[in-house]
């Protein structure tokens, strides 16, 4: 069956150390996204990319980086400058990065926590 | 962005019909209307869109107002595995396909 993977479900990290999120999609979209969510909220984008080799800061970017070096792959790295990292975060893909009647498909998330 | 206005919950019975409201009055002419449910720990699911006219699938209906301020998801028969936070989303952005979430309702089902 095809859709998005994201690994590992849960993830630790200790101060001042970066971690990488793995997105992974087999539905052969060409677009990919990050979200962030935090307790009893919606979900706010951090980083999104329309093709390969392509991407745009979303409205919460600072702390966050990311690489699309293959159409199927989009991992996001939580860096220490991001001083609040503790939240759900949720990878989507869609058909193609522009239109607005397109579906996104979301991964199941990985929850990231401070020790 | 463009702005939706939803309840922060409701609750209905099993097996009854469940209307869900969502406010948009300052939407454009072009903005699609987008629904996603989110069940606890888990990413959002895609529900149903629409633009002017009212749409059907095999999850629910939307149903959109003439004057597109407004629109209702309506989930037939209500199960227990319908209890989720329901989004309603304005896919407004030109060029990138960003989804600006609210707070969303939290449907209850009542067994």
């Known amino acids: 069956d095809g859709g998005i993977t994201q690994s590992p479900k849960y993830l630790f990290r200790k101060e001042g150390q970066n971690v990488t999120l793995s997105c992974e999609q087999n539905?052969?979209?060409?677009?990919m996204y990050w979200y962030r969510q935090d307790p009893g909220q919606g979900l706010r984008l951090i980083y999104y990319s329309q093709i390969v080799n392509d991407f745009q800061k979303g409205d919460i970017a600072e702390g966050y980086s990311v690489s699309r070096e293959k159409k199927e792959s989009f991992p996001l790295t939580v860096t220490s400058a991001q001083k609040n990292p503790t939240a759900f975060y949720l990878c989507a893909s869609s058909i193609s990065g522009t239109g607005r009647n397109q579906p996104q498909h979301f991964g199941d998330g990985t929850r990231l926590s401070i020790l | 962005d463009a702005k939706t206005t939803q309840p922060n919950s409701m609750e209905s019975n099993e097996e009854e019909p469940v209307h869900l409201p969502c406010n948009h009055s300052?939407?454009?002419?072009?903005?699609?209307i987008h629904w996603y449910r989110q069940l606890p720990s888990q990413g959002p699911e895609y529900v149903i869109h629409?633009?002017?006219s009212n749409v059907n699938n095999r999850m629910a209906s939307l149903a959109i107002a003439e004057d597109r301020k407004s629109s209702t998801l309506i989930l037939h028969r209500a199960t227990l595995r319908d209890a989720a936070v329901y989004y309603c989303?304005?896919?407004?952005?030109?060029?990138?396909?960003?989804?600006?979430f609210g707070q969303g309702t939290r449907l209850t089902i009542n067994p």
């Open positions: 629409g633009l002017t």
């Open positions: 539905l052969n979209h060409d677009a």
């Open positions: 989303i304005l896919r407004i952005i030109q060029g990138a396909q960003k989804l600006v």
């Open positions: 300052t939407i454009s002419g072009t903005d699609y």
